[in-house]
């Protein structure tokens, strides 16, 4: 397992930031297109503001320094377990870990591991496990 010393609120807190930043302007927009191509059809599904958001991450972790906006302002940055920079294969490893498999197994994997963090807070949740990646303090 990989150590880490990352208080699981500071995750919490940046996660909700990113999901105002990227899902916000990319719902307004979604919802803008589909009154214009399907004016009269409710769509209840939003698929676009994920892909956003899945893709804003992508960018920030390979272009920012391994931090979203949300990990800047609570202090924390996404690293390399071996210390090495990330690799294009570990920022896909970790997103599509978070927002495909937490999602297609109703997040059990999760839950799993923050019932395991209670005993053991130098745990590191499984998306980071599955991409060798770590979170580290900036602040």
Same mark, same amino acid.
């Given at each position: 397992?990989?150590? %880490?010393?990352?208080?699981? *609120?500071?995750?919490?807190?940046?996660?909700?930031?990113?999901? =105002?930043?990227?899902? !916000?302007?990319?719902?307004?927009?979604?919802?803008?297109?589909?009154?214009?191509? *399907? $004016?009269?059809?409710?769509?209840?599904? /939003? +698929?676009?503001? @994920?892909?956003? @958001?899945?893709?804003?991450?992508? +960018?920030?972790?390979?272009?920012?320094?391994?931090? @979203?906006?949300?990990?800047?302002? =609570?202090?924390?940055? =996404?690293?390399?377990?071996?210390?090495?920079?990330?690799?294009?294969?570990? %920022?896909?490893?970790?997103?599509? +870990?978070?927002? =495909?498999? /937490?999602?297609? !197994?109703?997040?059990?994997?999760?839950?799993?591991?923050?019932?395991?963090?209670?005993?053991?807070?130098?745990?590191?949740? $499984?998306?980071?496990?599955?991409?060798? !990646?770590?979170?580290?303090?900036?602040?």
């Amino acid at each position: 397992m990989i150590t %880490v010393a990352v208080p699981l *609120w500071k995750r919490a807190v940046a996660g909700q930031i990113d999901q =105002v930043v990227f899902q !916000t302007p990319a719902k307004l927009i979604e919802k803008a297109i589909r009154k214009k191509v *399907w $004016p009269d059809k409710e769509v209840k599904r /939003y +698929y676009f503001p @994920t892909v956003v @958001t899945m893709a804003g991450e992508v +960018y920030c972790m390979l272009y920012r320094n391994g931090q @979203t906006l949300g990990d800047r302002i =609570v202090g924390i940055k =996404v690293v390399s377990a071996d210390g090495r920079p990330l690799s294009f294969e570990q %920022v896909i490893k970790r997103t599509l +870990y978070k927002d =495909v498999v /937490y999602p297609a !197994t109703l997040g059990i994997p999760l839950i799993r591991a923050l019932q395991q963090m209670k005993s053991n807070k130098d745990l590191e949740l $499984p998306h980071d496990e599955f991409a060798h !990646t770590k979170l580290i303090s900036t602040k």
